[in-house]
């Protein structure tokens, strides 16, 4: 017999897109906490800290837990205290910082040991991008929180951090660490914290890459949701097969989940 799955949402362009809930998702939510399913949120959003995501899911109607959210700041900022090295330089924005100096992580532009690069919008100057490069020229790694190439905002598609971080790769020969999805550890360190197994977990995106792929590499299944940056073209066009593909996460209740096995 399958046995019961357990759940990796992701929250922009399945829960939201922009400032705009996507209709459905929050009784999906409801459903999924109702039937006492394990699940956790998982975001490379890397423009707030982990408390202002929380507020803003509550207040666009989500029944969310702060600790029901996994995120890649977070997790970044867990694996540096790990590294015992607490000196970073962040290229970041808005109260991002926050998720960083809970853990104890020191903010400084005097030797980093670490150069941390998320989707930092409008704070990718010239002179933080140059400043980096410096740094890592002289022994600072190099951490990227995500390397999405884009994504869906309000006013349509916007660069995220992977293509300044493909800018320090290229200039210093020096690859990223990645956290955020498609990593594998970030996705199995999510999995730890409800204690679930990546064979009776299903992953639901948008992003036919950062979640499908990195789902089923990870030997989780993933379910694409078409309400954010991927549509059925997309899916039918794509060398990745989600396993399976719904119009938005509120598919989900129609859904006999547990005879999927592939
Ligand atoms: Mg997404």
Known sequence: MASRPS??????????????????????????????????????????CRATLHKKLKSLGFDIREKELFTAPVATARYIKKTGMK??????????????????IVQTDKRPDHVVIGDAGKGFTYERMNAAFN?????????????????????GLALCGGPYTAALEYATGIKAT????????????????????????ILIGDDLITDIAGAQRAGMRGFLVTSGKHDRKDA????????????SIAGLRGLDLYNKKK
Do not use: H
């Not at 740094?135 to 006013?155: F, H, P, Q, T, V």
């Not at 990645?178 to 977990?201: C, E, H, Q, V, Y």
């Not at 039918?236 to 119009?247: A, F, H, N, T, W």
């Open 135 to 155: 740094y890592i020229l002289e022994g600072a790694d190099l951490i990227a929180m995500e390397k999405d190439r884009y994504w869906r905002s309000s006013r």
């Open 87 to 104: 000196r970073c330089f962040l290229i970041t924005t808005g109260d991002v910082y926050k998720d960083f100096k809970k853990e104890g």
């Open 7 to 48: 759940f990796l949402v992701d929250i922009n362009g399945v829960l939201y897109t922009g400032n705009k809930p996507i209709a459905g998702a929050a009784e999906a939510v409801d459903f999924l906490r109702d039937n006492d399913y394990s699940f956790r949120f998982i975001s490379n959003a890397t423009q707030s």
């Open 178 to 201: 990645l956290i955020g999805k498609p990593s594998r550890d970030f996705l199995l360190l999510a999995l730890a914290d409800m204690n679930a197994k990546p064979k009776n977990t």
């Open 236 to 247: 039918k066009r794509s060398v990745i097969k989600p396993d399976e593909v719904l119009d």
